[in-house]
């Protein structure tokens, strides 16, 4: 053994030892970020999704509330048409019954039964 010559460490060797046991101690912290920025990630991504749903849906609640103001004008209009056609018709009967109190007996009903017809006749709407 004395007949080998000394071998004498490489100052490059040892300084990468020191950096190898530098990277080897921080490589623990390292991965414990790394799952925690994972997990961040996953949590941010589903916040997006969410937010992208929640922002179609409020699309989609906007665009119904646009085509809805119309359709309640014209269900206003529509009822306002059909009160006034209630209130034309109740005055029509009103008219109506009161012409056929003076003489039931002539009436257009009873010329029909008796000609055995099983319908009462059609009368013409006065034009306003």
């Known amino acids: 053994m004395k007949n080998r010559p000394h071998f004498r460490p490489n100052p490059y060797y040892e300084d990468l030892e020191r950096m190898e046991e530098a ?4 490589l623990p912290n390292l991965e414990m970020e790394n799952t925690e920025i994972h997990e961040n990630n996953h949590k941010l991504k589903k ?3 969410f937010s992208r749903n929640l922002f ?6 906007n665009t119904c509330r646009k085509k ?3 359709l309640k004008q014209e269900s206003k209009e529509v009822h306002l048409d ?5 209130k034309y018709l109740v005055d029509f009967n009103k008219k109506d019954k009161d012409q056929q109190r003076p003489d039931p007996a ?3 009903l009873r010329k029909c039964k008796r ?3 099983g319908h009462t006749p059609v009368r ?5």
């Open 56 to 61: 179609s849906q409020l699309l989609m609640e």
């Open 47 to 49: 916040e997006i999704t």
């Open 82 to 86: 059909c009160a006034l056609n209630q």
């Open 23 to 26: 990277v080897m101690s921080i």
């Open 124 to 128: 013409e709407l006065p034009e306003e």
């Open 106 to 108: 002539s009436s257009g």
């Open 115 to 117: 000609a055995g017809i």
């Open 68 to 70: 809805l103001v119309p």
